[in-house]
């Protein structure tokens, strides 16, 4: 009987001792601070041209090529994209010098901007290059948000002739990190 009183008392305390427990004043209005700053990274482009598709007569030849870029025709990212880095790399297994731009071309094909990367020739020894980040801010920024269409244009230095048994390749690998903000 006396460990049935001792089991009622107990249960009173304890329910007691809840009734008293710690609160505080929630602020729902921290809901109208809330941001988040999420950082997204992404294949840019990539290619990898073997010399003997080079074929030239020594002189300067341009080969050109663009492709879609249709990240920006969703809103709910181009609203929220608040800077961008493209980060570059350059592997040169060919006996010629290049230059490479990279033009970031609008709607209508017309040039918002060109990127352009000077690559010397191979001489035996590893020839990779990664090249200073390209910061898109502000105005910058906004000139990136109207690319529709990303062109490439191999400009190949003059020197010996390539041709179909020309060795080595020009490779290109690239990166985009996006900063967004979301609130």
């Not at 181009?78 to 290049?98: V, W």
């Amino acid at each position: 009987m006396r460990s049935r009183l001792l089991s009622k008392v107990s249960i009173i305390f304890f329910s007691v001792f809840l009734l008293f427990s710690c609160s505080s004043d929630l602020d729902f209005d921290q809901v109208n601070d809330f941001k988040l700053e999420p950082v997204f990274v992404a294949n840019l482009a990539y290619f990898d041209i073997p010399a003997n598709r080079l074929v030239d007569d020594g002189g300067t030849n341009i080969g050109y090529d663009s492709r879609d870029f249709d990240i920006f025709k969703n809103k709910f990212f181009t609203e929220r994209l608040k800077k961008a880095e493209f980060d570059f790399e350059i592997e040169n297994s060919i006996d010629r010098a290049f230059v490479l731009n990279m033009l970031l071309l609008n709607e209508e094909n017309k040039i918002l901007q060109t990127i352009s990367f000077t690559v010397p020739s191979y001489k035996g020894t590893p020839n990779v290059i990664k090249y200073p980040t390209e910061v898109f801010e502000n105005t910058r920024l906004d000139l990136l948000k109207q690319t529709q269409k990303i062109g490439f244009v191999v400009i190949i230095a003059a020197g010996s002739p390539l041709n179909s048994e020309s060795l080595g390749n020009l490779k290109l690998r690239s990166s985009a990190t996006a900063y967004l903000e979301i609130e």
